[in-house]
Structures are given as structure tokens and as C-alpha cells.
């Protein structure tokens, strides 16, 4: 099966300009997640979707992030106006979770968004 | 709220040596713990996972046995090769609540073998 795809795969811009990142997720695949990787850091949940519906945005900086999922598929990510402190790579993530199936489902993450901001 | 530390890294090893990297974990209930393992320039993959106490998970010689009593998930192989040169991070997954499926990961121990 094809895995998550994201893009672009990096990204540089200046602070207080804007930037989305595009994923689209496992065929099949309800649930849909965007973590930030901070280098040296481990994976930070942003959002998390259950088809096109917020089950989880408790730490997305909401006066700069934003995310849609129409139609319960592609997800967007936007930061508007981006800030140093947002450098880090973006990772979508996708699985079968709460359609049914066991809380434990594996997550499949794409390879991510390295995004510098300058 | 949920937690996970890993040991401090980078671990630098020689080929054919035993490995182990220490998790321990805080959570409410009975978690999930995983294993993910980032190859350099590639995304985040399941190494393997234990859903209750004593379980272990296994996989490509990788080994993780979940301890409740101690609260941890450390991994080991007995013989490491340069191939498994990567970043490798521990997870958990609470059930229920408002985050279902959410996984918490620690900050990753880099994992460096030479020939």
C-alpha cells in the first residue's frame, strides 16, 4: 500500500511570512495526526483529526497554526506569521484508530517537512 | 499528564555489541508502549509494541518487554550492526479520554554503530 505522502519536503522562509504543508494520509485511514520534531527533541502532537472532525488541537498555537482536513482525507497545515521558534520538521501521521479497531493500532508517519525559518 | 524519558545519547557501539536503551514512563491506566525508529532522511517507523504488562515485542532482534512494576520498555539486541545506525524513540498510548490514539514520545537516543 502506499504510505503517507507529504510536501514539500523542505522548506525555508523568513519570519513573519506564511507556509502550509500538504499530507495525504493511507487510503482508508480515519484518523490523522500533525506532530512537530523540534531537532534533538522527540515528536510534539499539534492536532489530531478523527475524518474531518478537531478530536485533539489542545497544543497548536492557535494565533499562528492552523489545519484543515476537508472531505476527511488531505490535510493542510498553515503557520501565518511564522516565528524562528518554528523551525523544526512537521510529520503527518495516519491509522486506523477508532474506526473499530484498538486504540493500539500503529500510527504511519510520512517523512516529514523540514521547515527553517530565517 | 503522560510522559516518557529516555536515556541520555548519542550511544556510540562497535558492531556485534550489545545494545540497550532505558525508557521509563508515566500514564494514567494501562498504556500501550512502542518502539518507533527514524533511519536518517526517512519517517518515523514502528519497531514493535506491547499493549499490557509482561508482554514483550519483538522484532528484527529488537527486543522490549513491558514492565508495570518499574514503569519501563527499555530496548535491547544482542548484536547490533551498522545498519541499525538510526534514532530511535520510545511511545505510549492511553486509551480513551478525549485524545484517543494519541501518541507521547521521548526525546529520542541517538544510535550510532561503527564497523
Known amino acids: 500500500e502506499a504510505g503517507v505522502a507529504q510536501s514539500p519536503r523542505y522548506k525555508i522562509i523568513e519570519k513573519r511570512q506564511s507556509v502550509a504543508f500538504w499530507c495525504n494520509p493511507i487510503s482508508g485511514h480515519a484518523t490523522l495526526y500533525w506532530y512537530q520534531q523540534i531537532l534533538g527533541q522527540g515528536p510534539k502532537l499539534l492536532i489530531q483529526f478523527q475524518n474531518n472532525g478537531v478530536v485533539d488541537d489542545s497544543q497548536l498555537p492557535k494565533d499562528r497554526f492552523s489545519a484543515e482536513r476537508l472531505k476527511g482525507v488531505d490535510s493542510t497545515l498553515k503557520i501565518q506569521p511564522a516565528k524562528l521558534e518554528d523551525s523544526a520538521v512537521y510529520l503527518c501521521?495516519?491509522?486506523?484508530?477508532?474506526?473499530?479497531?484498538?486504540?493500539?493500532?500503529?500510527?504511519?508517519f510520512g517523512n516529514g517537512t523540514r521547515l527553517t525559518v530565517t | 499528564g503522560d510522559s516518557v524519558t529516555q536515556m541520555e545519547g548519542p550511544v556510540t557501539l562497535s558492531e556485534e555489541a550489545f545494545l540497550t536503551i532505558n525508557c521509563t514512563y508515566t500514564?494514567?491506566?494501562?498504556?500501550?508502549l512502542f518502539w518507533y525508529v527514524q533511519y536518517p532522511g526517512e519517517g518515523l517507523q514502528l519497531l514493535l509494541k506491547a499493549t499490557k504488562a509482561d508482554d514483550k515485542g519483538s522484532n528484527k532482534g529488537f527486543e522490549a518487554t513491558y514492565r508495570k512494576e518499574t514503569t519501563s520498555f527499555h530496548l535491547e539486541k544482542g548484536s547490533v550492526q551498522v545498519s541499525d545506525s538510526a534514532v530511535y524513540f520510545c511511545a505510549l498510548s492511553s486509551a480513551g479520554g478525549t485524545s484517543y490514539g494519541k501518541l507521547t514520545f521521548g526525546q529520542g537516543t541517538i544510535l550510532t554503530v561503527h564497523p
Open positions: 500514564a494514567t491506566g494501562y498504556p500501550s
Open positions: 501521521a495516519s491509522s486506523l484508530r477508532g474506526q473499530g479497531s484498538s486504540y493500539n493500532s500503529p500510527l504511519h
